[in-house]
């Protein structure tokens, strides 16, 4: 069984992010970064990074996403690649397809789409 431990991305704190986009804020277009980024508020657009994505419980996502790890517990509407890992928790909600070498979803998270993993 997966265990959310062995993923330091459920560790991260704030200071631990680049860039915090907080709960105020209403963003539309494309968003590209490559350290670690966390969304709270809402997002229309793209978003491409080489790095960690967290969209936080009350955010609100509409994009495709293209990121290293992504750790999901708000709403994505949109299309997901992951490079390593995408992770919905039990509070995420995501309707689109995602893609990743790893994909896991928790009881109680809420999904429709399809799902491919890749090596």
Avoid: H, W
């Avoid at 980024?37 to 609100?60: E, H, P, Q, Y």
């Avoid at 994009?63 to 290293?68: E, N, P, Q, R």
């Avoid at 390593?84 to 109680?108: C, F, H, N, R």
Wanted: hydrophobic fraction near 40%.
């Amino acid at each position: 069984m997966f265990d959310i431990k062995e993923t330091d991305l459920f560790e991260l704190e704030d200071e631990d992010f680049d860039t915090i986009m907080e709960s105020d804020i209403v963003f539309s277009g494309s968003i590209r970064f490559a350290k670690p980024f966390m969304i709270r508020g809402k997002v229309s657009g793209s978003i491409t990074a080489t790095s960690d994505l967290v969209v936080d419980t009350n955010a609100a996502v509409q994009a495709d996403i293209s990121a290293d790890r992504i750790l999901i517990k708000g709403a994505v509407k949109g299309n997901i690649s992951g490079k390593k890992m995408v992770y919905i928790t039990a509070s995420g909600s995501v309707e689109g397809d995602i893609t990743a070498e790893q994909i896991v979803l928790e009881p109680g998270s809420v999904f429709s789409g399809k799902c491919t993993t890749v090596r």
